[in-house]
């Protein structure tokens, strides 16, 4: 393989086009083929094209607002900005939401973004050494040569950033480069394997020029995009604050699934290289209380009383069998050497998506439509039916129907002996 054609398939993993017959409504691969969306590889994201599709099919009906309260790297609000459409997104993560700013900065000058590039390059020139100590993480994931160069890239950048839409781009393009040019395994999903090596990992500094290359070309390629700009709000879902009332009438969007990922380390890396986080336990204070109960990691023993969370009146629809499931992942944890905290996680998960539907009540007018792309849960080989259980928390916030459009089978891919129950995921549509 050419130079060239290597560093391009480090840098954008997964930019092969897929087969048409395959079902990618719930994957963010094919999106490293499309501008801006490459610009940064977020683990829990969702098809571009769907969302696009989905926002079309809408247009055909009249104006359409659309609302993505799991705004995540922008995905959805990218493909209403392509289509000229009126955008709201609100993302809680701090980190993610700051990247997803950044991509939605697109739209601004090219020129101004590769000269801030050059001077960040030609000051970076001019250091020597570390600035400072760095997380064993970091050691562990790049060479001593490759992290003298990226601390003069980042110390580069701090000293010249001013919040101009340049200077955010650049610490983008920095981001951006941080896994493929790391030798340890930074696979594009939370966790980070050290041991695991890869066998050329790219140079930082032509790392670098190319990403810088390709937002530059991406943003001259979507000149023509021109219309409404999103708005993005950092903040929660559960409260959809800062989203006027009544204000849209279609939701798309991706919730955190009831599986037990840790949304809040799936940036740990650029975090830690960053100095935003020292490490793993900096993530409650940093990010984690500000998530989706979706992981253990958010609900110690300490921090939860399953009766209270059990007694919510949101959860009136479906309490009779959210207790039943959540007693029985109790019993079922006793038996287990972790004994991970699943039975306060299942029930967290269905009262703050019960907060959700809430306060989408509150900002879609009538009629809307929503649909939330999603999977079911078995921890511990309990079957939770999420789909269900959160199509019943819609209505019983206001809206008026709900059904489950499955796209594909789930646990079927490792045939591991730890998880033999069936799963799905698919798009839940929501009307009302």
């Not at 951006?176 to 090596?197: C, D, E, F």
């Not at 037990?260 to 935003?276: K, P, Q, S, V």
């Not at 984690?288 to 009136?316: F, G, K, T, Y």
């Not at 991970?340 to 306060?359: E, G, I, R, S």
Request: charged letters at 25%; aromatic letters at 10%; hydrophobic letters at 40%.
């Amino acid at each position: 393989m050419r130079a060239g054609l290597y560093a391009q398939k480090l840098l954008f993993p997964d930019s092969e086009v897929q087969p048409a017959r395959v079902e990618t409504t719930s994957t963010f691969g094919d999106n490293m083929r499309l501008p801006v969306h490459r610009w940064f590889r977020y683990s829990a994201g969702f098809s571009a094209q769907w969302a696009e599709a989905v926002i079309a099919d809408a247009q055909r009906s009249g104006r359409v607002i659309v609302f993505d309260p799991f705004a995540g790297a922008a995905t959805t609000l990218l493909a209403a900005e392509r289509l000229g459409v009126e955008c709201y997104g609100v993302e809680a993560h701090p980190f993610v939401s700051r990247i997803a700013r950044a991509k939605l900065l697109y739209r601004s000058d090219p020129d101004a973004y590769l000269e801030r590039a050059r001077e960040v390059k030609r000051q970076a020139a001019r250091l020597r050494g570390l600035g400072c100590e760095y997380p064993a993480l970091i050691h562990k994931c790049f060479s001593p040569a490759a992290l003298e160069c990226l601390d003069h890239l980042r110390r580069a950048w701090q000293s010249l950033h001013d919040n101009t839409p340049a200077s955010e781009l650049v610490w983008l393009t920095l981001v951006a480069i941080l896994r493929p040019v790391s030798h340890a395994g930074t696979a594009p999903w939370q966790y980070v394997l050290p041991r695991k090596a890869k066998k050329a990992p790219l140079e930082p500094a032509a790392a670098f020029d190319l990403m810088t290359r390709t937002f530059a070309a991406d943003m001259w390629e979507t000149r023509a995009v021109t219309g409404p700009r999103a708005v993005l709000v950092e903040g929660d879902a559960r409260s959809c604050e800062g989203v006027p009332n009544g204000s849209v009438n279609l939701v798309v969007t991706s919730p955190p699934y009831a599986n037990n990922y840790d949304y809040a380390d799936a940036t740990r890396l650029e975090m830690c290289f960053l100095r935003e986080i020292d490490g793993w336990g900096d993530l409650q204070g940093a990010v984690r209380h500000r998530l989706i109960r979706s992981c253990s990691q958010h609900v110690p023993e300490s921090a939860v009383n399953l009766d209270e969370v059990l007694a919510a009146p949101e959860l009136a629809p479906i309490r009779s069998d959210l207790t039943r499931v959540c007693r029985q992942l109790d019993r079922v944890r006793r038996t287990k050497g972790g004994r991970k905290t699943y039975h306060l996680m299942v029930a967290c998960y269905f009262l703050d998506m019960a907060q959700v539907w809430q306060a989408l009540r509150r900002v879609c007018r009538r009629p809307s439509r929503a649909c939330f792309v999603l999977g079911d849960s078995a921890p511990y080989g309990v079957y939770v039916p999420v789909m269900e259980w959160i199509g019943a928390l819609a209505q019983a916030a206001g809206f008026d129907s709900f059904a489950f459009e499955k796209t594909r089978d789930r646990n079927v891919k490792w045939k591991n002996r730890k998880h033999r129950v069936p799963l799905c995921e698919g798009r839940l549509w929501v009307r009302g």
